[in-house]
């Protein structure tokens, strides 16, 4: 087999190969975008940890190194209101190991920077015009949406339920990425934050695919060619993989991250509140056993980050995981360390021969 039994998404997106990295926020490069896009796949810039300056800046880059197809990602949580009570309180929880290591448990702490979608965003857009502009946590309020989309970009979101798909196609997604259980990162949930029901890839995809009309895009414990080959035998038009580009030279990824995806097993992860305050798959460590993995007293999304800032400030350079997020999906061990643009090329190889002989 010389072509993919589903081609929509390359047509859609004009891109060679129904691959897409993930827009994994702090960790992506815009060489790892540039690398991913030359290569046939789609690259993705993650843009809610970033100024508007920063992100001009990355998209500087990368259209300096690549004219193809990318997708600008964005974020589309509402700002939680100020709860001084429940913001206390996690200082609280943490001040143990403010004094374990000699900090000053009432110290004022930086703000979390997980910046929303908005106006001055979308203004980004219209300026860069990329292919394809990706949502988490549901979209837009309308009016923005449609500017991006009279900007001429190509609209996708993540949905962890049917419900989310659904909802996410009537409002006008061109595509949707069908988010498993075993996705690494932030869970794209907005229907529901009922981490107990969500739904595993396997599960998920195919009845998505029966749900909608436009194209699906698997995404969760997808990492080499046999889970490419799966996606596509359960209805999926193309693959997001995250984890899998952790492993690559161009990911700003911690050494103490790094060396924990390398000896993750299977069972080694789990979802977590801690880090963010929403839900997000990483490897287990001692803030995540001793306060978690989900827990009732982490702050709204994004407020639970800043008062970790100190700790990992402190333990970080040391090479200490322990009050660090490591995202990961559940397929680590399936990872490989190449460069972005071959890992794309080797995982489309390796996959249309598996499809060939099917």
């Known amino acids: 087999m010389k072509t993919w039994p589903d081609t929509r998404i390359q047509e859609l997106f004009g891109i060679p190969l129904p691959i897409l990295q993930a827009p994994m926020a702090g960790v992506v490069t815009p060489q790892m975008v540039v690398a991913v896009s030359e290569a046939g796949g789609l690259g993705a810039l993650p843009c809610a940890m970033l100024s508007l300056a920063q992100a001009r800046e990355a998209l500087d880059v990368i259209r300096q190194g690549t004219s193809r197809p990318i997708n600008l990602n964005f974020f589309c949580h509402a700002p939680p209101p100020a709860d001084a009570v429940r913001a ?50 549901g979209l837009p309020e309308q009016a923005l949406l449609g500017r991006v989309k009279a900007a001429g970009a190509k609209v996708i979101a993540s949905a962890t339920t049917v419900a989310e798909a659904r909802w996410l196609e009537a409002r006008g997604c061109d595509a949707i990425i069908a988010m498993g259980w075993e996705a690494g990162g932030h869970r794209g949930s907005f229907l529901t934050d ?125 090479g200490s995981p322990d009050f660090m997020p490591l995202w990961s999906g559940q397929a680590a061990r399936l990872a490989r360390e190449l460069p972005a643009g071959e890992l794309t090329r080797v995982l489309a190889e390796e996959a249309l021969a598996k499809l060939s002989r099917g």
């Open 194 to 318: 009922d981490m107990a029901t969500q739904v595993g890839t396997f599960a998920l995809v195919p009845q998505v695919v029966d749900a909608v009309k436009v194209p699906v895009i698997a995404a969760g414990g997808v990492a080499d060619a046999r889970g490419i080959v799966a996606a596509f035998a359960l209805g999926a038009a193309a693959v997001q993989l995250g984890t899998a580009y952790l492993f690559c030279p161009e990911a700003k990824v911690a050494p103490a991250h790094r060396q924990a995806l390398k000896t993750a097993p299977d069972d080694g992860t789990a979802v977590t509140n801690v880090f963010t305050g929403r839900p997000a798959r990483g490897i287990v460590n001692r803030l995540m056993r001793e306060l978690g993995p989900l827990s009732p007293h982490a702050p709204d999304f994004p407020l639970a980050g800043g008062p970790l800032t100190p700790l990992r400030n402190q333990t970080e350079p040391q």
């Open 88 to 137: 206390l309180a996690w200082r609280a929880r943490l001040a143990p190991y403010y004094v374990e290591l000699g900090l000053d448990p009432e110290a004022p702490v930086p703000a979390s920077n997980r910046r929303p979608f908005d106006s001055d965003f979308c203004g980004l857009v219209e300026a860069y015009r990329p292919q394809v502009v990706s949502f988490h946590f």
